[in-house]
T-cell receptor, first 115, second 114 residues
Framework: AQSVTQLDSQVPVFEEAPVELRCNYS??????LFWYVQYPNQGLQLLLK??????LVESINGFEAEFNKSQTSFHLRKPSVHISDTAEYFC?????????????FGTGTRLLVSP | SAVISQKPSRDICQRGTSLTIQCQVD?????MFWYRQQPGQSLTLIAT?????????ESGFVIDKFPISRPNLTFSTLTVSNMSPEDSSIYLC???????????FGPGTRLTVL
């Protein structure tokens, strides 16, 4: 079985400050890792994913996440946030033996960016 | 990426009634999934619906409570039956293509049961 822990339910930050949203997981099998974002009143959108290869993955809007197998973590970072980054962020894992059919989500972290 | 719509976007229902949620995709997809997001909690997979076969339910979810239809490759419905206040949640559908590595999500249906 898999579980995903997002310890921070809410992260307040000022605009242009750096931010890190933490994600740890546990699994008895190897997993793929995802970050999804949910903007106010919108559906979930894929932000970035780690399938294989380089452990550092980037999104088109400046977020990056690094897969750390020894620490079973996949923290999301951004060096300088914008007001428009205010959203709920969900970390998720998918066991490699399920063909991407099973996503297990964390409880989400609400990022609040203020001027 | 697929464009997914859900109807209704929100509803307020009385306990003991049933609500059917529709999920429409703008392209043919192999796999459709239904999730529940209870207040303050993570998304939980209810079932996987593939066209031409019975839905596969996750542990803790049963067909009598959450019957699902998948009549074609672009449409699915989820019914929440005999509702109670504990069913108040956001219900989301998502889609995936066989072998694809990403699920795309609909906007969700916010259900409140009084």
């Amino acid at each position: 079985a898999q579980s995903v822990t997002q310890l921070d339910s809410q992260v307040p930050v000022f605009e242009e400050a750096p931010v890190e949203l933490r994600c740890n997981y546990s699994s008895s099998v190897s997993v793929y890792l995802f970050w999804y974002v949910q903007y106010p009143n919108q559906g979930l959108q894929l932000l970035l994913k780690y399938l294989s290869g380089s452990t550092l993955v980037e999104s088109i809007n400046g977020f990056e996440a690094e897969f750390n197998k020894s620490q079973t973590s996949f923290h999301l970072r951004k060096p300088s946030v914008h007001i428009s980054d205010t959203a709920e962020y969900f970390c998720a894992v998918s066991p490699m033996n399920t063909g991407f059919q099973k996503l297990v989500f964390g409880t989400g972290t609400r990022l609040l960016v203020s001027p | 990426s697929a464009v997914i719509s859900q109807k209704p976007s929100r509803d307020i229902c009385q306990r003991g009634t049933s609500l059917t949620i529709q999920c429409q995709v703008d392209s043919q997809v192999t796999m459709m999934f239904w999730y529940r997001q209870q207040p303050g909690q993570s998304l939980t997979l209810i079932a996987t619906a593939n066209q031409g076969s019975e839905a596969t339910y996750e542990s803790g979810f049963v067909i009598d409570k959450f019957p699902i239809s998948r009549p074609n490759l672009t449409f699915s419905t989820l019914t929440v039956s005999n509702m109670s206040p504990e069913d108040s949640s956001i219900y989301l559908c998502s889609v995936g293509q066989g072998g694809a590595d990403t699920q795309y999500f609909g906007p969700g249906t916010r259900l409140t049961v009084l």
